[in-house]
């Protein structure tokens, strides 16, 4: 399948990642099919997705008319069987490997033949989530990065059995969507949380033995090394939870002790404290300005 001829796209998961994807592929003019586990979820993301298009308009970015076309190009899909339609879907639930391999299984009985289905997974095995599809030719990973609006890069990284046709398509939306590609190969977290996670993963072990507080040890990275934010408050963006299923695979995938999950990252997502999206990580975000947990 040729990139122009992808003109209508499904989207699982309407959370952080998956509005942002349905975001720039209306934008872009493609229609979009949002699904997520409740209508609730769908609701909530298309807010979001709204409020996103307007502070574009407020900075000058698109315009009005924009906006107000891209809104009108993204539908609520309730289930899969609005996908039917559909020439691409990409997959952009929880980095768990069961729902995700639940998801493909459910979801090729509603699509076309010739239907590409892409992964956001950051971490997992391409080649592996294929195989749990009826397509392993017509699948790919394509990792988009967070805030999906604003950030240039999507991974491209093929399974084993990805045919060249898939791969070029794929490239080829992406830079419809204004993103530039990097092909990975199909190896644990890929390249960016290959090199990223690690270096949070030990940023928390600074923490954990006391070498630096919260403020000192992103204080240090940002005016030390000029990194935008401090691994920990990165790490708070990016999720908790998901940073330590990305270290998990990394370890289990890579089986060398340097990628063990430090301790407190564990410890942290057993309390429920996964970073700004339940307010609370290496910093309490419930106040009016973040305050450091330790």
């Not at 199909?186 to 928390?204: G, S, T, Y």
């Not at 992103?218 to 990165?234: C, E, S, T």
């Amino acid at each position: 399948m040729d990139s122009m001829n992808i003109r209508k796209v499904g989207v699982i998961g309407a959370g952080q990642m998956g509005n942002g994807i349905a975001h720039v592929c209306a934008l872009a003019g493609c229609e979009v099919l949002l699904n997520d586990v409740s209508k609730e979820r769908i609701e909530a993301g298309l807010a979001t997705i709204d409020g996103n298009l307007s502070r574009q308009v407020h900075s000058g970015r698109i315009t009005a008319a924009d906006r107000d076309a891209a809104l009108e190009r993204i539908s609520p899909a309730v289930t899969y069987d609005a996908f039917e339609t559909a020439d691409f879907v990409i997959e952009s639930a929880s980095e768990n490997e069961t729902v995700k391999r639940k998801i493909f299984a459910d979801l090729c009985p509603h699509l076309r033949e010739d239907a590409i289905i892409a992964t956001n997974t950051s971490s997992i095995s391409i080649t592996r989530l294929a195989a749990s599809t009826d397509r392993p030719e017509r699948f790919i990973g394509m990792h988009f990065m967070n805030p999906v609006p604003v950030m240039e890069l999507v991974e491209v990284v093929r399974g084993i059995a990805t045919d060249d046709e898939t791969f070029d398509a794929v490239r080829d939306l992406a830079g419809r969507l204004g993103k530039q590609t990097a092909n990975a190969e199909d190896f644990p977290a890929f390249i960016v949380n290959r090199i990223l996670l690690p270096m949070i993963n030990e940023a928390v072990y600074v923490l954990y033995e006391g070498v630096g507080s919260v403020e000192s040890i992103d204080k240090a990275m940002r005016l030390g090394a000029n990194h935008p934010m401090g691994p920990l408050q990165l790490a708070d963006f990016i999720g908790l939870d998901t940073c330590l299923s990305i270290m998990q695979v990394l370890h289990e995938g890579l089986s060398d002790s340097k990628y063990r999950p430090c301790p407190l990252l564990v410890k942290y997502v057993e309390a429920g404290w996964l970073g700004r999206k339940t307010q609370r990580g290496f910093y309490d975000y419930r106040g009016e300005k973040p305050v450091p947990t330790r």
